[in-house]
T-cell receptor
Framework: DSGVTQTPKHLITATGQRVTLRCSPRSGDLSVYWYQQSLDQGLQFLIQYYNGEERAKGNILERFSAQQFPDLHSELNLSSLELGDSALYFC??????????????FGPGTRLTVL | AQSVTQLGSHVSVSEGALVLLRCNYSSSVPPYLFWYVQYPNQGLQLLLKYTSAATLVKGINGFEAEFKKSETSFHLTKPSAHMSDAAEYFCAVSDRDGSEKLVFGKGTKLTVNP
């Protein structure tokens, strides 16, 4: 158990819909990362938040957005869903967001299926 | 942009045999390098990381990796495979630019045969 929690574990929805994925980082970790794992794209970095502020952005679609709240939990919002958004979405956390060598602790993931 | 290449999407070994999973990175400046393992239906767990302290890095579960700058490689090895090592392994890099984003390879699925 990494200490990172993600809800829900599974999500099945239809094209065009909007969903929210939730992540609670390890106690004391200030930085949260979101990654998408799909069969064709592999594991891709989406976005990083550090202590409530956006720190880095990766290959995140404009239909996707994220935020980190004062209690440090984070939410990833996916809208106008398409079939290709079906994937495993991971949240990870680390102690801080300024050193590239910090270990990131991964949650169990949310499996999103868009029908 | 940083990239990571993992040679072999599937590797199969016998129990007790040597495990060798290959990883090459592309960067003129050696990045930080990581190996993560993903067991079925689970998240990723860090096996080991290279941050320039030593070129031979020992990790958990008997795994180790050697950083070779001249070959831009960071291959993962384990002298004797165990059935419990069956999983998917990911090599990842992180730039030394303060950004902590990880760039992952495509992964190598390890099968251990009895």
């Amino acid at each position: 158990d990494s200490g990172v929690t993600q809800t829900p574990k599974h999500l099945i929805t239809a094209t065009g819909q909007r969903v929210t994925l939730r992540c609670s980082p390890r106690s004391g970790d200030l930085s949260v990362y979101w990654y998408q794992q799909s069969l064709d794209q592999g594991l891709q970095f989406l976005i990083q938040y550090y202590n409530g502020e956006e720190r880095a952005k990766g290959n995140i679609l404009e239909r996707f957005s994220a935020q980190q709240f004062p209690d440090l939990h984070s939410e990833l919002n996916l809208s106008s869903l398409e079939l290709g958004d079906s994937a495993l979405y991971f949240c990870a956390s680390s102690v801080e967001g300024t050193n590239s060598y910090n270990e990131q602790f991964f949650g169990p993931g949310t499996r999103l299926t868009v029908l | 942009a940083q990239s990571v290449t993992q040679l072999g999407s599937h590797v199969s070994v016998s129990e007790g045999a040597l495990v060798l999973l290959r990883c090459n990175y592309s960067s003129s400046v050696p990045p930080y390098l990581f190996w993560y393992v993903q067991y079925p239906n689970q998240g990723l767990q860090l096996l080991l990381k290279y941050t320039s302290a030593a070129t031979l890095v020992k990790g958990i579960n008997g795994f180790e990796a050697e950083f070779k700058k001249s070959e831009t490689s960071f291959h993962l090895t384990k002298p004797s495979a165990h059935m419990s090592d069956a999983a998917e392994y990911f090599c990842a890099v992180s730039d030394r630019d303060g950004s902590e984003k990880l760039v992952f390879g495509k992964g190598t699925k390890l099968t251990v045969n009895p």
